[in-house]
């Protein structure tokens, strides 16, 4: 009986610490739309998303979602497109972050630990890449746009022109909805 109430003060001791230590990262609120067809979430943007007429994978579904952040640095909000061709499980995600503050996503910030490659019309765009995924970073017109493919186990990467090409094809959406 005492060895059970050990472990069990134990495991308690353990999920109090973890709270307490996920309490304290950057992210203070966090909200996120589930998501949605894409020309309903387009529908309650304030402003006029470039979209990609290219994207690098064969898009099966497609969906969007709006999320709002709050952090120490400030607020800022995402819409996602999410790009998925379920047969081969791929996910190629634009996420547009806007109503941001330059402290979050500065040209410099998004430039950290990136390499440098030259998009059109004289824009600068940091591309990474790990284990996980792959992503393409940009800033235009005061937002931040950014092309992230995630890896699934076994999964090949992407080329990284095929990042460029996609960041190289995006167009302002149409008033009426068009791309």
Not at 29 to 42: A, D, K
Not at 125 to 145: H, I
């Amino acid at each position: 009986m005492k060895v059970t109430k050990r472990v069990l003060i134990f495991f308690m001791l353990i999920v109090i610490t973890s709270c307490k230590t996920n309490s304290e990262g950057s992210t203070i609120n966090y909200v996120h739309v589930t998501e949605q067809p894409v020309e309903l979430i387009e529908s309650k943007l304030e402003f006029i998303p470039e979209i990609p007429i290219y994207i690098p994978i064969d898009v099966t579904e497609e969906t969007a979602s709006l999320e709002s952040y709050e952090t120490k640095q400030g607020k800022f909000q995402e819409v996602v497109y999410h790009h998925r061709n379920n047969d081969k499980q791929q996910l190629y995600n634009l996420i547009i972050t806007y109503d941001e503050t330059d402290q979050i996503y500065s040209e410099q910030s998004i430039a950290r630990g990136k390499t440098s490659h030259a998009l059109e019309h004289g824009i600068q765009g940091y591309y990474e890449e790990d284990d996980d995924g792959q992503s393409l970073w940009w800033r235009n017109n005061g937002l931040t746009y950014r092309f992230v493919y995630f890896l699934n186990e076994g999964q090949p990467k992407l080329d990284k022109q095929e990042f460029i090409q996609s960041a190289n094809s995006v167009e302002p959406l149409q008033p009426n909805g068009t791309r």
